[in-house]
């Protein structure tokens, strides 16, 4: 079996990532991986609401660098997404985003659990110190479950993101996963595995086993993601994500065009 797709990459238009689409498909070519979608960080309502989205100016350059990346490398089949950004309020700016081209599919993702607070900035990291993480981990389950009852989103990015720096809470924390599962369930959304927790001091796939086997009883589909940030992470640790998405139970990834959903076996 070919690796499943890797759904999420980014690329240097976030100013936090280095390449072009032509890179991380030369690279996926390499791999023999048979198809890709980029997901680059969405511009956001303000460009100057933080130094690591996407300019709006920018919006019809990422797409001309995907469409390239197609001439490139023909035989690979390549995705043209957006990971987007839930912040409470901001879902009429969202659906301005999703008319403005005919994406393949929109990832969800929560960074931010306030206005000015994005949990995983290395940046900020001084802000978890400040605050119970509990309270954090709540704050940042309730919104992942708006975002995933929105109706505005394919897949939900990177499901437990507030473990990235290892701040765990002290109380039991899957009552608030499982309130995500159901509503991530009912609104048909699928969720992914992305391995860039590997890379970071939590050292573990984003979500974790738990949360994957939860996903699998409830029947919540599943995309692959190495949230690659350089041509080199591109499907970083895919056979770590296959492995873990067969142990919960999982026969399936699911393809997304035109943000209409595929199954295809694992
Ligand atoms: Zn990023
Ligand atoms: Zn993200």
New binding site residues.
Partial sequence: MPLPADYHMHTVLCRHAVGVPTEYAAQAVRLGLTEIGFSEHNPMIRDDYDDWHMLQADLDTYVANVEQARRDHPRLTIKLAL?VDYIPGQEDWIRQLAARHPWDYLIG?V?YVSESWDLDNPKKISEWKNRDPFEVWTVYFERLTMAAESGLFDIM??AD?CKKFCFYPKQPWMPMVAQFMKAAKSADVAMELNTAGLRKDCREIYPSRSIVDLAAQHGVPITFAS?AHAAGEVGMNFEDAVAMAKAAGYTEWCRFTRRKREPVKL
């Fill in positions: 990971e993702a960074h990015a990177h993101l949230d």
